[in-house]
């Protein structure tokens, strides 16, 4: 199949809005693919090629491809077949060899199937092809149920894979993927409630847990050989020998582990969500060190787990990791659960997650089980500037530039404002469409990417906290940013300080700005 194909579907589910359209795009797009193609082809609509990062970023992308093609040539193997070649290259030569490859490919794609490949390449690529709706389109193009299709790429954590079996496989086959230690599944995932007393009323009697501020993992134990997966199924294992060395001391042989791992001060409390995210992320030894905290386990010693109500899984849990067990106690006191609730941000952790007992764990699946609950912080802010839209946005000012007022000048002017994030989530279309109309006529300057404002327009901001960052001058950035409403009712005068929001930092300002997240 031609590229073109692909990147003519992915730019129609890019533009609807209506689910019921991109499943059917997909799947017709799915049903033509030849089965060599299926895994690239999946890879590639979820920004997630088959062979990971291939060594390539904005710089080396920048200006790399050379003038496009004409006419579109390039097929979806030749495409697969380049990244290979650009995942494979390394030792000396490597950045001269990558950029020959890219100039190759290039030179045969048009202008937007060289956007598309760049954007995979970067893992920026933003459809509306999310894992849920491909799910289901392949459902439809293998005519399969879809809680079976979900199930499979639940366990075995991989979508291309998933679809490839059920396009191509024998009856029986989706049915036969099952829970493997050593392959990492997708993580049950948490909805939200205001309260942990409004929790409890959803799920009755519950396990209701501290939410830590750290970095969620899966631990995989088979004999000495343990392995360690982040949230989206990345092998870390040579990062966090630490975490590495606690499960080899577990009293089992085969374990699947579900936790978070963070740093710890020297009282025990938790350091900032950064120093976490510094040490995670570092490919040599550091001397932070990282403590794993675990709040289920999924299999142990040939048992699984996943289909027994948690009451059972935590009785398994103590029992192989009680010292390295999340804090919390199982209840449907309302009272009781607040309690733990208050005990958890006294604690310098996010808050809590309520969790039914008699619920199975649900990989991959956000279910209506599991529910965090921590606070949400507003603040009033300033947009400083807009960029415009990509996919369904495109032709609209999206993302905003949002900067907090420095009444004493203490990161420039006295009275001006000082960058502290970006952000697009929680725009209507309304809100968009008002931007796009409203933000010109306040336009100081722009590019060709962004439109830079007077700064005079207040809005309404929730975020679950600021982290340490050396991005922007006042030190800190934005946490899960999201837009609640404009504020027509306040001057840009009354806009929250940038003092306020470094008060958010554990300690307080005094933590300063040292990393660059």
Same mark, same amino acid.
């Not at 060899?97 to 933003?126: K, W």
């Given at each position: 199949?031609?590229?073109?194909?692909?990147?003519?579907?992915?730019?129609?589910?890019?533009?609807?809005?209506?689910?019921?359209?991109?499943?059917?795009?997909?799947?017709?797009?799915?049903?033509?693919?030849?089965?060599?193609?299926?895994?690239?082809?999946?890879?590639?609509?979820?920004?997630?090629?088959?062979?990971?990062?291939?060594?390539?970023?904005?710089?080396?992308?920048?200006?790399?491809?050379?003038?496009?093609?004409?006419?579109?040539?390039?097929?979806?193997?030749?495409?697969?077949r380049a990244l290979e070649r650009l995942a494979s290259a390394?030792?000396?030569?490597?950045?001269?060899?990558?950029?020959?490859?890219?100039?190759?490919?290039?030179?045969?794609?048009?202008?937007?199937?060289?956007?598309?490949?760049?954007?995979?390449?970067?893992?920026?690529? !933003?459809? =509306?092809?999310?894992?849920? +709706?491909? /799910?289901?389109?392949? &459902?439809?193009?293998?005519? *399969?149920?879809? $809680? @079976? %299709?979900?199930?499979?790429?639940?366990?075995?954590?991989?979508?291309?894979?998933?679809?490839?079996?059920?396009?191509?496989?024998?009856?029986?086959?989706?049915?036969?993927?099952?829970?493997?230690?050593?392959?990492?599944?997708?993580?049950?995932?948490?909805?939200?409630?205001?309260?942990?007393?409004?929790?409890?009323?959803?799920?009755?009697?519950?396990?209701?847990?501290?939410?830590?501020?750290?970095?969620?993992?899966?631990?995989? !134990?088979? =004999?000495?050989?343990?392995? +360690?997966? /982040?949230?989206?199924? &990345?092998?870390?294992?040579? *990062?966090?020998? $630490? @975490? %590495?060395?606690?499960?080899?001391?577990?009293?089992?042989?085969?374990?699947?582990?579900?936790?978070?791992?963070?740093?710890?001060?020297?009282?025990?409390?938790?350091?900032?969500?950064?120093?976490?995210?510094?040490?995670?992320?570092?490919?040599?030894?550091?001397?932070?060190?990282?403590?794993?905290?675990?709040?289920?386990?999924?299999?142990?010693?040939?048992?699984?787990?996943?289909?027994?109500?948690?009451?059972?899984?935590?009785?398994?849990?103590?029992?192989?990791?009680?010292?390295?067990?999340?804090?919390?106690?199982?209840?449907?006191?309302p009272e009781v659960a607040e309690g733990i609730a208050r005990?958890?941000?006294?604690?310098?952790?996010?808050?809590?997650?309520?969790?039914?007992?008699?619920?199975?764990?649900?990989?991959?699946?956000?279910?209506?089980?599991?529910?965090?609950?921590?606070?949400?912080?507003?603040?009033?802010?300033?947009?400083?500037?807009?960029?415009?839209?990509?996919?369904?946005?495109?032709?609209?000012?999206?993302?905003?530039?949002?900067?907090?007022?420095?009444?004493?000048?203490?990161?420039?002017?006295?009275?001006?404002?000082?960058?502290?994030?970006?952000?697009?989530?929680?725009?209507?279309?309304?809100?968009?469409?008002w931007q796009t109309e409203h933000f010109p006529e306040i336009?100081?300057?722009?590019?060709?990417?962004?439109?830079?404002?007077?700064?005079?327009?207040?809005?309404?901001?929730?975020?679950?906290?600021?982290?340490?960052?050396?991005?922007?001058?006042?030190?800190?950035?934005?946490?899960?940013?999201?837009?609640?409403?404009?504020?027509?009712?306040?001057?840009?005068?009354?806009?929250?300080?940038?003092?306020?929001?470094?008060?958010?930092?554990?300690?307080?300002?005094?933590?300063?700005?040292?990393?660059?997240?």
């Amino acid at each position: 199949m031609l590229l073109d194909e692909l990147v003519a579907t992915a730019e129609r589910v890019a533009s609807t809005r209506s689910r019921l359209a991109k499943v059917d795009a997909l799947a017709t797009l799915l049903g033509r693919l030849e089965p060599d193609e299926i895994l690239p082809a999946v890879g590639f609509l979820t920004a997630k090629p088959r062979q990971g990062r291939v060594g390539v970023g904005w710089r080396g992308l920048t200006g790399a491809m050379g003038d496009p093609a004409d006419v579109a040539t390039l097929t979806i193997l030749d495409v697969d077949r380049a990244l290979e070649r650009l995942a494979s290259a390394s030792g000396a030569g490597s950045a001269t060899e990558r950029a020959r490859i890219l100039r190759e490919l290039g030179s045969r794609a048009t202008t937007r199937e060289q956007d598309f490949v760049s954007r995979v390449i970067l893992g920026e690529l !933003r459809t =509306g092809a999310l894992e849920g +709706v491909l /799910t289901d389109a392949i &459902a439809r193009a293998a005519d *399969r149920p879809g $809680e @079976v %299709v979900r199930r499979a790429a639940m366990l075995s954590g991989d979508l291309g894979e998933t679809a490839r079996v059920a396009l191509t496989g024998a009856p029986g086959d989706l049915e036969s993927i099952g829970l493997v230690v050593g392959r990492p599944v997708q993580p049950m995932l948490a909805g939200t409630a205001p309260s942990a007393a409004a929790a409890l009323e959803q799920v009755g009697r519950a396990s209701v847990e501290y939410k830590l501020d750290g970095a969620r993992i899966q631990v995989h !134990r088979s =004999g000495d050989d343990v392995r +360690v997966y /982040t949230r989206n199924l &990345a092998d870390i294992t040579h *990062r966090l020998p $630490e @975490v %590495v060395e606690v499960v080899r001391g577990m009293p089992a042989n085969d374990l699947i582990l579900d936790g978070e791992t963070l740093a710890l001060d020297e009282g025990g409390a938790p350091r900032p969500f950064q120093d976490t995210m510094s040490r995670f992320g570092a490919e040599a030894a550091r001397e932070v060190l990282l403590h794993p905290w675990f709040f289920d386990v999924l299999h142990v010693d040939g048992r699984d787990l996943l289909d027994e109500p948690l009451t059972d899984r935590l009785r398994e849990l103590e029992r192989v990791a009680g010292p390295h067990r999340i804090p919390g106690e199982v209840t449907d006191d309302p009272e009781v659960a607040e309690g733990i609730a208050r005990d958890a941000l006294a604690a310098g952790h996010e808050g809590v997650v309520v969790k039914g007992v008699d619920a199975p764990y649900a990989a991959g699946r956000r279910g209506a089980s599991w529910i965090k609950v921590k606070p949400v912080h507003t603040y009033d802010l300033v947009v400083l500037a807009a960029e415009w839209g990509s996919g369904r946005r495109t032709g609209w000012l999206s993302n905003l530039h949002l900067g907090a007022l420095d009444p004493v000048g203490e990161f420039g002017e006295p009275g001006g404002f000082v960058m502290v994030g970006k952000t697009f989530k929680g725009l209507t279309d309304d809100l968009l469409r008002w931007q796009t109309e409203h933000f010109p006529e306040i336009e100081t300057r722009r590019t060709a990417n962004t439109v830079w404002l007077e700064p005079v327009t207040v809005v309404e901001i929730a975020l679950d906290g600021v982290q340490r960052s050396s991005r922007y001058p006042g030190g800190i950035a934005l946490r899960f940013a999201r837009v609640k409403r404009y504020r027509d009712d306040k001057r840009p005068d009354e806009a929250d300080t940038i003092q306020t929001l470094r008060a958010l930092l554990r300690g307080g300002a005094a933590e300063g700005a040292d990393d660059g997240a």
